[in-house]
């Protein structure tokens, strides 16, 4: 899962209210482009990674919710991306010479 009902120049902004009474763009065309735009981050992080190895790392590190499991509801859950995964150690620090290391 990812965020919808999210404020855009398209249709507005939200107003944080649920469908069908809040304003904003919803739905799975609103959260999807929020999980492609996590799974470039990863790959421009780490390039290596198979399309599989990608999938499994969104899945495997979505945070549950609903019943307990992956579900016809909630997916695996909510879309996490830790900064520790998408941020660079070096670039914290001011270079960019070194990339942190964290996945194989």
Known sequence: ?????????????SNGQPWPGGSGFFGTSASCP????????????????TAGELADLLRDRAIDAG????????GHGFLRLDFDL?????????SVATWSAHLP
């Open 1 to 13: 899962m990812a965020p919808d009902a999210v404020s855009t120049v398209t249709y507005g902004a």
């Open 34 to 49: 929020h999980v492609a735009g996590g799974a470039a981050l990863l790959l421009d992080q780490f390039p290596h990674l």
């Open 67 to 74: 019943v307990p499991g992956p579900d016809p509801e909630t």
């Open 86 to 94: 998408v941020w660079a150690d070096g670039f914290e620090a001011g």
